[in-house]
């Protein structure tokens, strides 16, 4: 097994920091590791990693800044289809692994890696997601995951880590924390039943603003571009700002209760200001620049373009030719959208937009019509409901 190049999908954390020393010192693996950064890590955070992975004997470790491909490559999809699972969730967890996969995997074939590995335990999603790219992108190579494999509990990777004269923090936190761009997920007692809530004090962000104030989000083409009048570079940025503006509120707590791949149900706590903001905005101004049809056919595509990406089937070409239609689908969604942001919640107030199809020109609901008059509405109504009228008039017949 020595000199055997394995790439190591690695956080810091107790399972990956497991997996380097025991497949180096135990199975002579030559360790090269990588932590691939959608959103969640700091500048400083990244160097304790990167001098931690060293520590334990890595022959080389790598930091890719997938920010801003996540959001061009995930992010951006799930905005256009107002993606949410189980009508909740803003898949904030699922989707960055796919990215963090993807890194992993295309790492393993530039370094012509003989093996590629990965901390999931055997009770999850990610470890079918992780697996399911990896077969895909880099077929033959071998994938191990020692804490699935050899069923580790907590305990047994301390014990053997402290055997290894390995220096960390073991404390286990209250509560498991996952940040990224699209949001941050949050682990603890109380998502472990069906019932419970998790406390003030569990919550990443913490309330710190009264009141109510108003923001106004610029679209263009369906991207969020600027914020209250400030533009930025990038969408990426946008979506940062916004957050530090309605985090304070504490915005967007919930619990997202769904089915795993591996067919259990579970809860999983979460908090996503920015994106949650940022998805129901976005549909509001479509609601007003997009037809009927438009709208019913991306909620449709968008339900299973969802769901299928939370199940690991980015690369599946269906989601490509969906994407095709989210992208025609935006051509219009460009205009301002006021919010109102208060402690806990926050409301849409309206939009404006040159593409509004609400325009005043063309009538008021409830009130004035002057694209027709009621006699073609009368020919309309018997027009369009004939076939139905014809149905019920062959059932009459038929009952007497």
């Known amino acids: ?16 920091t497991y997996c380097a ?8 693996y030559e360790i090269h590791s990588v932590i691939v950064n959608t959103g969640g890590f700091s500048e400083e955070e990244l160097k304790k990693i990167e001098a931690h992975a060293y520590k334990l004997g890595v022959k080389s470790h790598t ?13 951006k999809f799930l905005v256009f289809g107002n993606c949410l699972k189980n009508n909740t969730y803003p898949l904030s967890v699922s989707a960055e692994r796919l990215s963090q996969a993807l890194h992993i995997a295309e790492h393993a074939k530039k370094l012509n890696a003989d093996a590629v590995a990965h901390g999931s335990t055997g009770a999850g999603n990610d470890q079918v997601r992780f697996d399911m790219i990896f077969h895909i992108m880099i077929p033959g190579v071998e994938i191990i995951t020692p804490i699935r494999d050899m069923k580790l509990s907590r305990e047994e990777e301390i014990s053997y880590l402290k055997s290894k004269g390995v220096e960390m923090n073991f404390e286990k936190a209250a509560y498991s924390i996952n940040k990224g761009l699209w949001g941050t997920s949050i682990g603890g ?17 913490q309330v710190t603003k009264n009141g109510s104030e108003e ?8 991207e969020l571009k600027a914020v209250n009048d400030q533009q930025f570079d990038h969408p990426v940025d946008a979506i940062n700002h916004l957050q530090t503006i309605a985090g304070a509120y504490g915005i967007a707590r919930d619990i997202h209760v769904g089915d795993t791949i591996i067919g259990i149900k579970g ?24 037809t009927k049809w438009q709208l019913q056919w991306k909620d449709t595509l968008a339900q299973f373009y969802g769901n299928w990406m939370h199940e690991g089937q980015i690369l599946d070409p269906v989601m490509r030719d969906i994407e095709a239609y989210f992208i025609s689908s935006q051509q219009n969604v460009t205009g301002d959208v006021f919010v109102q942001l208060m402690p806990y919640r926050f409301q849409v107030i309206g939009i404006d937009s040159k593409y509004d199809l ?13 694209g027709f008059t009621g006699d073609d509405v009368r020919g309309f109504s018997k027009i369009f409901g004939n076939q139905t009228s014809i149905w019920t008039s062959v059932q009459a017949e038929n009952e007497k």
Request: charged share 25%; no cysteine.
């Open 1 to 16: 097994m020595a000199n055997k190049k394995i790439v190591l999908g690695f956080s810091g954390g107790l399972d990956t």
């Open 21 to 28: 020393k025991y497949l180096s010192d135990e199975k002579g």
């Open 63 to 75: 930091t890719v800044d997938a920010v801003k491909g996540y959001y061009e490559r995930i992010i």
């Open 189 to 205: 007692k109380e998502t472990l039943n069906s019932k419970g809530m998790l406390p003030e004090e569990a919550w990443p962000t």
């Open 215 to 222: 923001v106004k989000l610029h679209f263009e083409k369906g």
């Open 267 to 290: 809860r999983v706590g979460f908090e996503a200001a920015a994106p949650m903001v940022i998805l129901k905005a976005h549909h509001a101004l479509e609601k007003h620049v997009l």
């Open 358 to 370: 609400m325009s005043s020109k063309f009538g008021k609901y409830g009130e004035m019509n002057t």
